[in-house]
């Protein structure tokens, strides 16, 4: 069975989707926020995990490319296939990019080019609001150092309704994230 690291940083609902598919022995995941659910999530499939938060780092006298070489060397030990952002709110530099042992993909809350960076949902949510977006969707990409970009390995349009409210349509966007992820961690894996 390949092997896959995820990084998370919140609730894990893809982490959890990840692990109910049984694509791949899930041989780490690693949080930046010792409040994440997800670790408990993790846990609970008796999956490895590892809490490795910026600030304390930062705190400690460590630089971000330090962070970043460490976070590396963990998850190259526990050598992925493949490894795998969902939810990981921490843009990667090259001292994590160019070091990492497998292709490195994730998971963004917008369609390409669209609402990069953090509370992508809302923030179409907003533009749909003020008529300047129709929908919004999904898209997993490989991670370059520019924040949400990078080569697209699949998307899916998520249609916004007039009696959405913002609960509404972050759930059925989570919903099609589960979906995306692991169609495209399952062709990734078998290619
Ligand atoms: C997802 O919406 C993902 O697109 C974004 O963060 C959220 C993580 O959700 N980057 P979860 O932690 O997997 O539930």
Same mark, same amino acid.
């Given at each position: 069975m390949k092997r896959i690291v995820v990084l998370i940083s919140g609730g894990g609902s893809n982490l959890q989707a990840l692990i109910d598919a049984r694509?791949? /022995?899930?041989?780490l995941v690693v949080s930046n926020?010792?409040?994440?659910f997800g670790l408990e999530r993790a846990r609970k499939a008796g999956i490895a995990t590892l809490l490795l938060p910026l600030k304390q780092w930062l705190a400690a006298g460590g630089t971000r490319d330090g962070y970043d070489a460490d976070v590396a060397k963990h998850v190259t030990a526990a050598r992925p296939d493949l490894i795998v952002l969902a939810g990981w709110m921490h843009v990667f530099g090259p001292a994590f990019l160019d070091v990492a042992p497998a292709k490195v993909i994730n998971l963004h809350p917008a369609l390409p080019g669209q609402f990069p960076g953090a509370r992508g949902i809302e923030r179409a949510f907003e533009a749909y609001k003020r008529g300047e977006v129709a929908q919004t969707g999904i898209m997993v990409h490989e991670v370059i150092? /520019? &924040?949400?970009?990078?080569? &697209?390995?699949g998307t899916a349009a998520v249609p916004i309704w007039l009696t959405d409210d913002l609960d509404a349509l972050s759930s059925r966007m989570h919903t099609a994230e589960h979906k995306l992820l692991v169609e495209v961690v399952r062709r990734i894996l078998s290619a």
């Open positions: 694509l791949a /022995e899930i041989a926020r010792a409040d994440a150092p /520019e &924040v949400d970009a990078g080569p &697209v390995l």
